[in-house]
């Protein structure tokens, strides 16, 4: 179930009956000249789309905007800083918390977000707001 596709009573209805949120992650950055700048989201977001789908568990829109910084150099990179990126995935996932839900999976396509993604969810887990897991998109 596509979060921005549902009107907030249904989101309500389904939250009800399951509690895990699917969140889409990656990076707004070059991929080579080949390839657009969002690649590592819209992989990301295909994924998570496509699974939810078929589970009918709760996707979120993808955060595009990763730790990128380390790209810098490309035109079009867009970046925060590691602890901006912990912050808002942190206050974004306790945000999805309030609303019902308990487990979280962070389907993420770049490398850059990996170990804060997994902090995160360190810190859901030791205060007992949820169970956050961050799963990497081989690519």
């Not at 889409?24 to 969002?38: A, F, I, K, V």
């Not at 295909?46 to 730790?67: F, N, S």
């Not at 912990?86 to 999805?96: K, M, T, Y």
């Amino acid at each position: 179930m596509y979060l921005p596709h549902r009107t907030w009573p249904d989101v309500a209805d389904s939250i009800g009956d399951r509690s895990l949120a699917v969140v889409p992650l990656g990076s707004t950055e070059q991929h080579g000249p080949h390839l657009p700048e969002g690649t590592d989201f819209l992989i990301a977001e295909a994924l998570a789309r496509a699974a939810t789908d078929r589970t009918d568990h709760l996707c979120t829109p993808a955060l595009p905007i990763g730790v990128s910084s380390h790209h810098r150099q490309f035109h079009g990179t867009m970046w925060v800083d590691p602890p901006v990126f912990r912050n808002f995935v942190e206050s974004f996932s306790r945000n999805l918390t309030a609303h019902g839900i308990d487990r979280i999976v962070y389907v993420n396509a770049h490398g850059g977000n990996v170990s804060h993604l997994r902090e995160v969810g360190r810190r859901l887990h030791e205060d007992e707001t949820a169970y956050a897991v961050e799963w990497m998109c081989a690519l």
